[in-house]
């Protein structure tokens, strides 16, 4: 596996944000004209997030105060997921979200019941949250191994989240194995990628055929992995997460279809050309 520039356009893009279009507070190489390229050519673009710790508007905030107005329509995270699952499966279920304020805003605005109580929690959500604490896993533990009552679900399964000089962040997958490993339940479903519910929110609105789409990230196990789980084109970018050498390691059917090293390497060379563009110069 080498680096390999898609030769032609695909019929929409779908972006995960950190690690791919920005890190922590800067638009990576390419970005910007990378997006107002596809939009040029009048091609669809969605943004993907893992992270529940925004909401959509914060994530339109935060891409237009980059330099890249997007509607809020275009953007889709596991707040939207989780809570879009919740009221399709499981309207009526009382859940118990060990996650930060964005996720508990929705689920209130879509009338979900929350309770810390656990002779009445019928969902455990494990979430991507910096204030957990053993109370919180206490009560979880109560719902599920001593009322045995409450099943687990997940927004994200991801290990951390990256920051820019190399650090990052325990994320949702400690909190999951704290309740897997003291209660000995298991995951029961993941509201995150590589599932196929983080495509259907991304493309939902699109008259499209996810074989003529492309999703682009930095990881995976979860970018990639949903694309391959869904049969998109899928691009690894090394600007976040993954590493070639971890790409490279994989089952070639694992593999993702294309790797750069800098996300605008997704227009197809002729194009780029064309438009003048240079590396040294975005």
């Not at 970005?31 to 914060?58: C, F, M």
């Not at 910096?130 to 109370?135: A, G, L, N």
């Not at 600007?239 to 790797?259: F, H, I, K, M, W």
Request: net charge negative.
């Amino acid at each position: 596996m080498i680096f390999n520039s898609p030769e032609r356009l695909y019929d929409a893009y779908v972006f995960d944000m950190d690690g791919t279009i920005y890190l922590g507070d800067h638009l990576l190489p390419g970005a910007k004209r990378l997006i107002e390229g596809l939009h040029s050519l009048g091609k669809p673009v969605r943004y993907l997030s893992n992270n529940p710790t925004k909401d959509p508007e914060q994530y339109a905030e935060k891409l237009d105060r980059l330099g890249l107005p997007t509607p809020i329509e275009e953007i889709a995270n596991t707040v939207v997921t989780t809570t879009r699952w919740l009221k399709k499966h499981h309207p009526d279920a009382t859940v118990f979200p060990i996650s930060e304020e964005p996720l508990k805003r929705a689920l209130a605005k879509a009338g979900i019941r929350m309770s810390e109580n656990p002779e009445e929690i019928d969902i455990v959500i494990a979430s991507y949250d910096r204030t957990f604490e053993y109370r919180k896993l206490q009560i979880a533990f109560d719902a599920i191994w001593f009322h045995e009552r409450a099943f687990l679900i997940t927004t994200n399964p991801d290990k951390f989240c990256p920051f820019p000089g190399g650090r990052g962040e325990p994320d949702a997958a400690g909190i999951i194995a704290a309740i897997e490993a003291t209660t000995g339940t298991k995951l029961q479903a993941n509201m995150g990628k590589p599932e196929a519910a983080m495509l259907e929110a991304a493309l939902g609105d699109l008259d499209v055929d996810p074989a003529n789409c492309m999703m682009v990230g930095d990881r995976l196990g979860t970018d990639i992995g949903m694309a391959i789980n869904t049969g998109m084109a899928s691009t690894l970018v090394l600007t976040g997460d993954s590493t070639l050498e971890e790409a490279q390691a994989l089952p070639e059917n694992q593999q993702p279809t294309y790797v750069l090293d800098r996300v605008d390497h997704l227009i197809p060379e002729s194009i780029r050309s064309d438009w003048d563009w240079s590396d040294s110069d975005s």
